[in-house]
């Protein structure tokens, strides 16, 4: 269903006052490098909080979360013993150092699945949730919990994926986080062919349920609002789309909130989505935040924002912050946003080194004004994915890419 355009008066103001704080901000841009550093290393906003040897020669560790102690958690895509993957825990210590704890080494595919996805969730008692590429009963992967008790992390297999619908990311998208509604303990995520599936806990065990399938095949991650409405990012037979998936009387019903022209606006959304409630002059209320792959005025993908309308099945208002030119970094990977609205990108390309980059877009109330706060230089290593932590620093993962390099994957922190 393609999005409407929005006649309303207050709309219109909206959108007036979007465009004059984009002039002010090309007006006032200073795309200064705060930080470069030489390649025989400086000393750093940003330390390398863990690389060792169980990060060495695989694809590596992908999106880290956060639990209500501080502790990171992520996975490594065919890393342990069984080059099958791991689910780890990075906990802070004293000093600033942290300690790296394998808290699941995948053994074998036959049963619990194996090759884990990044960009896991977790519940309110700190139990985690993941899907597997390979793997359980019909080796088309699984949906996985892992819960500590007594001391000890116990996995459970709550669901094994048929070839119909897999939890593998398009290949136009290498974004497919989950979406947990801590309320009812229902988990959402993206299929590999358009669908969006739930699995619903019950006293039997687990319900698992396709609740839509977009035209669009390649579906991101998701993100869900208080109400439990599913937000996510789609592309394959167009340029793009922001979508909202409503829950109904008469069930999950999709509908397109914004769709990419291919323009200044970008095209082809990669990476996750973030849904902020923001303080500003400009877009105030609830937001999504993301990124596109390619496009906009610079050729290297955009950042932007969309305000969500008040009111189910009507249009937003959708703003483009900045768009990336090779310099300022490439290859957009994910986005942050603080409580003061100011929104950070990982760039896994560009930048001074061509290493990528992290930019910030800085909330100053009535305009936005962007920077380059890091160039990195890591001998190859690509940045893969970071959060914001509750500390105010980035946290995030990157992957050895580069020969001759004696740094192996590592995670990172970024203040």
């Known amino acids: 269903m393609p999005a ?3 006649h309303s008066r207050s709309s219109k103001l909206v959108l007036a006052a979007f465009a004059l704080a984009l002039c002010l901000l090309s007006a006032s841009r200073a795309y200064a490098n705060v930080q470069i550093c030489p390649k025989g290393g400086c000393p ?31 996975t490594t895509y065919i890393g342990g013993g069984s080059s ?24 074998s595919c036959a049963n619990t699945g194996c090759i884990p996805f ?15 590429e390979y793997g359980g009963a019909n080796n088309s992967g699984t949906v996985f919990k892992l819960a ?15 070839p119909a619908v897999t939890a593998a990311p398009n290949s136009l998208s290498y974004w497919n986080g989950l979406a947990l509604n801590r309320t009812t303990g229902v988990l959402y995520g993206p299929g590999n ?19 839509a399938t977009l035209s669009d095949p390649a ?10 409405s599913l ?18 009387y008469f069930g999950w019903i999709p509908y397109t909130l914004y769709s990419f022209t291919g323009g200044s606006d970008g095209e082809y959304p990669t990476g996750n989505l973030v849904l902020q409630n923001t303080p500003n002059w400009i877009f105030s209320g609830n937001v999504l935040y993301g990124t596109t792959g390619s496009g906009g005025s610079g050729g290297m993908g955009t950042v932007f924002a969309y305000k969500l309308p008040t009111t189910e099945f009507e249009p937003g208002t959708f703003g483009l912050f900045h768009s990336f030119s090779g310099s300022d970094g490439s290859n957009l990977k994910t986005v942050a946003v603080d409580s003061l609205g100011d929104v950070y990108v990982l760039a896994g390309l560009g930048g001074a080194y061509g290493d990528g980059t992290i930019y910030k877009i800085t909330n100053y109330y009535y305009f936005y004004q962007g920077a380059v706060l890091w160039n990195f230089n890591y001998c190859g290593n690509t940045p893969a994915g970071f959060i914001l932590g509750s500390d105010g620093a980035l946290y995030g993962t990157a992957l050895m890419t580069g020969s001759g390099c004696t740094v192996n994957d590592l995670a990172f922190r970024f203040k």
Do not use: C, M
């Open 118 to 132: 990044p960009n896991l969730a977790i519940d309110s008692s700190g139990s985690l949730y993941g899907t597997t």
């Open 231 to 248: 937000y996510g990012t789609a592309s394959g037979n167009d340029r793009g789309i922001i979508f909202a998936l409503y829950p109904t």
């Open 193 to 211: 062919n358009g669908q969006i599936w739930e699995l619903v806990p019950n006293s039997s065990g687990w319900t698992f349920n396709v609740i």
């Open 84 to 107: 099958l993957g791991t689910v780890f825990e990075l906990s802070p210590g004293a000093n600033g150092s942290w300690l790296e704890t394998d808290i699941y080494t995948f053994l």
């Open 219 to 228: 579906v991101g991650g998701l993100v869900i609002d208080s109400s439990g």
């Open 148 to 162: 500590l008790k007594n001391g000890a992390w116990t996995e459970s297999t709550l669901h094994s994926f048929t």
């Open 44 to 74: 750093s906003r940003l330390t390398t909080i863990y690389s060792g040897p169980n990060w060495e020669n695989f694809t590596g560790p992908g999106g880290l979360i956060q639990d209500a102690q501080g502790n990171l958690y992520g």
């Open 4 to 6: 409407k355009t929005d």
